[in-house]
């Protein structure tokens, strides 16, 4: 009797336990998590109208953060866009002339792993934009 609701409990909790391991996302197998360094198509869609620089100022404004000024006197270069894997200069220039109907995906890269990524000049990290085709 013992060994038999000892493993009842066992079989029940493991059931639990693949169960919730098994469910998918809690905003539905069509719509992406929200992730701080990402913003996907759906999370995008409201702004349309306007340039990717407001939509990123309006939902992600961390990524525009810039350091102090770098040592050596090298001055600050903000935040850098690469778009489709192009280098394409600083975020406000780059994103006050894509409109965000234009994009599928942004990602942002922090300055450590950008500049281990593309090198130096990226002390302030990089937006990775994918356009929709």
């Given at each position: 009797?013992?060994?038999?609701?000892?493993?009842?409990?066992?079989?029940t909790?493991?059931?639990?336990?693949?169960?919730?391991?098994?469910?998918?996302?809690?905003?539905?197998?069509?719509?992406?998590?929200?992730?701080?360094?990402?913003?996907?198509?759906?999370?995008?869609?409201?702004?349309?109208?306007f340039?990717a620089?407001?939509?990123?100022?309006?939902?992600?404004?961390n990524?525009?953060?810039?350091?102090?000024?770098?040592?050596?006197?090298?001055?600050?270069?903000?935040?850098?866009?690469?778009?489709?894997?192009?280098?394409?200069?600083e975020?406000?220039?780059?994103?006050?002339?894509?409109?965000?109907?234009?994009?599928l995906?942004?990602?942002?890269?922090?300055?450590?792993?950008?500049?281990?990524?593309?090198?130096?000049?990226?002390?302030?990290g990089?937006?990775?934009?994918?356009?929709?085709?």
């Open positions: 009797m013992q060994a038999s609701r000892l493993r009842l409990t066992f079989v909790l493991a059931v639990a336990a693949l169960t919730a391991c098994a469910g998918g996302s809690p905003e539905g197998p069509d719509r992406p998590s929200s992730s701080p360094n990402q913003l996907h198509r759906q999370e995008l869609a409201e702004w349309d109208d340039p620089w407001d939509t990123v100022r309006r939902l992600r404004p990524w525009l953060r810039t350091r102090g000024e770098s040592s050596g006197g090298l001055g600050n270069d903000g935040v850098k866009v690469h778009i489709d894997g192009t280098p394409m200069g975020a406000e220039n780059v994103l006050q002339r894509l409109p965000t109907r234009s994009v995906e942004m990602r942002y890269m922090s300055s450590a792993d950008a500049t281990t990524r593309y090198g130096a000049g990226y002390q302030n990089v937006i990775l934009v994918t356009t929709r085709t």
